[in-house]
Protein backbone atom coordinates (compact mmCIF):
# COMPACT_ATOMS: atom_id res chain seq x y z
CA UNK A 1 0.00 0.00 0.00
CA UNK A 2 2.03 2.88 -1.18
CA UNK A 3 1.80 5.88 1.28
CA UNK A 4 0.60 9.35 -0.84
CA UNK A 5 2.01 11.62 2.04
CA UNK A 6 1.84 12.42 6.12
CA UNK A 7 1.19 15.24 7.73
CA UNK A 8 0.78 15.58 11.53
CA UNK A 9 1.10 11.67 12.22
CA UNK A 10 -2.07 11.60 9.55
CA UNK A 11 -1.17 8.87 7.26
CA UNK A 12 -3.12 8.81 3.21
CA UNK A 13 -2.59 5.65 1.11
CA UNK A 14 -4.20 3.43 -1.20
CA UNK A 15 -3.83 0.09 -2.69
CA UNK A 16 -3.11 -0.23 -6.20
CA UNK A 17 -5.85 -2.79 -8.26
CA UNK A 18 -7.95 -1.83 -5.91
CA UNK A 19 -12.34 -1.33 -6.64
CA UNK A 20 -14.00 1.87 -7.87
CA UNK A 21 -14.55 4.63 -7.13
CA UNK A 22 -11.34 5.97 -6.36
CA UNK A 23 -10.90 6.39 -2.92
CA UNK A 24 -8.00 7.36 -0.51
CA UNK A 25 -7.75 5.68 3.07
CA UNK A 26 -6.73 8.20 6.04
CA UNK A 27 -5.17 6.90 8.98
CA UNK A 28 -3.65 8.06 12.52
CA UNK A 29 -3.59 6.80 16.02
CA UNK A 30 -7.61 7.36 16.41
CA UNK A 31 -9.13 5.51 13.72
CA UNK A 32 -9.37 4.96 9.93
CA UNK A 33 -11.28 6.68 7.35
CA UNK A 34 -11.85 6.41 3.44
CA UNK A 35 -12.25 9.34 1.53
CA UNK A 36 -13.71 8.93 -2.60
CA UNK A 37 -12.02 11.43 -5.32
CA UNK A 38 -12.94 10.96 -8.08
CA UNK A 39 -15.56 12.16 -9.21
CA UNK A 40 -16.33 13.93 -6.18
CA UNK A 41 -14.98 14.22 -2.86
CA UNK A 42 -16.75 12.46 -0.10
CA UNK A 43 -16.47 10.62 2.95
CA UNK A 44 -17.35 7.25 3.02
CA UNK A 45 -16.69 5.82 6.17
CA UNK A 46 -15.15 7.25 9.46
CA UNK A 47 -14.22 4.95 12.10
CA UNK A 48 -12.23 7.06 15.08
CA UNK A 49 -10.76 9.34 13.28
CA UNK A 50 -11.84 13.23 15.04
CA UNK A 51 -13.28 15.98 12.98
CA UNK A 52 -11.22 18.82 13.71
CA UNK A 53 -8.07 16.04 12.15
Not at 4 to 27: D, K, M, N, Q
Not at 31 to 45: D, F, H, T
Amino acid sequence: MPTLFELFGIRFYFYSEEHLPIHVHIENGDGKAKVNVYSKIELVSNNGIKPKD
